[in-house]
């Protein structure tokens, strides 16, 4: 058991782990690309190309099903009360709440300011 920084989990560590994983492979998807067209582009052996296009889709589906894991597991993994959506759309609430409090005290207090003037019209006539 290891000590791990607060608001981290071993599964937080997995997948991160597992998407470096995948990182890698985009990368390697890149190179092998780069490595594909430079040998298309000489024209040299039929066999070296195949080899490196199957590489190319070995790795485009890998990282294509990787991902995929990933994001299903999004919903079960992030639950909307820990996500930072949720605290921003309370605090957001809150401060329309105290804004209409503050304006029913606003209209209370020309209500009253109206009323006193009013009453003070009469004493005066």
Not at 26 to 42: F, G, N, P, R
């Amino acid at each position: 058991n290891h000590d791990m920084s607060e608001g981290t989990s071993q599964s937080d560590t997995d997948i991160l782990s597992s998407l470096n994983g995948i990182e890698k492979k985009i990368v390697e998807i890149m190179d092998t690309a780069a490595a594909t067209l430079q040998e298309m582009s000489q024209l040299q052996s039929q066999t070296n190309t195949n080899r490196l296009a199957t590489r190319y889709m070995e790795l485009i589906k890998e990282v294509n099903s990787g991902l995929r894991d990933h994001i299903s597991q999004i919903g079960e993994y992030v639950p909307y009360e820990r996500s930072a959506y949720h605290t921003r759309k309370q605090l957001e609430i809150s401060h329309m709440k105290a804004e209409a409090v503050m304006q029913r005290l606003r209209d209370a207090r020309i209500a009253l300011e109206t009323s006193l003037q009013g009453e003070q019209g009469m004493v005066d006539t």
